[in-house]
């Protein structure tokens, strides 16, 4: 019987032995199934980046125009703005020489009464 116990221990640790084999197996493929998945995630996360750093240069390269766009308004703005004044310099001259004339006109008219 000692022989029997020798020998259905020898197959109780070959099959523990084999037991172990499959779960180290099943484990080495969840491993490999799990970088996989990993790498698929990472490609796309990469390819993602890829696309965005692609979108960011258009907005920043559109912003830059719109930089342009705005700093040649402020441009005409300030040019219109330096030629309305001078305009408007003109037209308060004028003003103020017709209201000079005319009361020249009136004092001329007061002082013809009057003499």
Not at 42 to 63: H, T, Y
Not at 74 to 101: G, M, N, P, Y
Request: glycine residues 8%; hydrophobic residues 40%.
């Amino acid at each position: 019987m000692g022989k029997r116990q020798k020998g259905g221990k020898q197959m109780s640790d070959e099959g523990g032995i084999q037991l172990e084999r499959r779960q180290g197996a099943q484990d080495i493929h969840e491993l490999a199934c799990f970088s996989h998945k990993l790498d698929t995630r990472i490609s796309v996360v990469e390819e993602r980046m890829k696309i965005q750093d692609s979108r960011l240069s258009s907005i920043e390269k559109n912003v830059e125009e719109v930089r342009a766009g705005v700093g040649k308004v402020l441009e005409c703005l300030h040019s219109h703005t330096q030629q309305e004044d001078k305009d408007r310099i003109r037209l308060l001259a004028a003003v103020v020489a017709t209201l000079f004339s005319a009361i020249a006109g009136l004092a001329m008219a007061f002082l013809n009464r009057i003499s």
